[in-house]
C-alpha cells in the first residue's frame, strides 16, 4: 500500500496549516477546520497532522515539506498516511529509516 494512490477520492490539493511552537489558540484550529470541511467544494479529505521533529529546525524542516511538494513526493506520502494510518506508517518510516542508516 506504500507508495500508492487512492483511485476513488484522490487528494488533489494540500492546504497546509502552520502553528507556532505553543500551536493553535484553544478552539482555532476547530474554526479553520470546520471551515475547510464545510460544503461540497472545500476539502475532501479530513486533516492529516503532522509534527516538526524539533522547533529548533522548523524551518528546514517545512523548507523539506515544500521541496517534496516540488518534486512531487508529497502527496503520495500523505496518501500512504491516509490509507495505512498514522501507526503503520510510523512503523513503516522507523524500519525505512533504520535500513537507509544502517542501524
Do not use: T
Not at 502552520?18 to 474554526?31: K, M, Y
Not at 461540497?40 to 522548523?58: E, T
Amino acid at each position: 500500500p506504500f507508495f500508492a494512490q487512492d483511485p476513488e477520492r484522490p487528494i488533489a490539493h494540500v492546504v497546509l496549516l502552520v502553528a507556532g511552537p505553543q500551536g493553535f489558540r484553544p478552539g482555532d484550529l476547530q474554526l479553520i477546520e470546520d471551515s475547510l470541511l464545510s460544503n461540497s467544494s472545500g476539502c475532501q479529505v479530513g486533516p492529516l497532522r503532522l509534527s516538526l521533529p524539533s522547533w529548533a529546525r522548523a524551518n528546514a524542516a517545512l523548507g523539506d515539506l515544500f521541496m517534496q511538494h516540488d518534486r512531487q513526493e508529497l502527496v503520495p506520502v500523505l496518501e500512504d498516511l491516509r490509507l495505512v494510518g498514522q501507526d503503520a506508517y510510523a512503523e513503516f518510516s522507523d524500519l525505512w529509516r533504520r535500513a537507509m542508516l544502517a542501524i
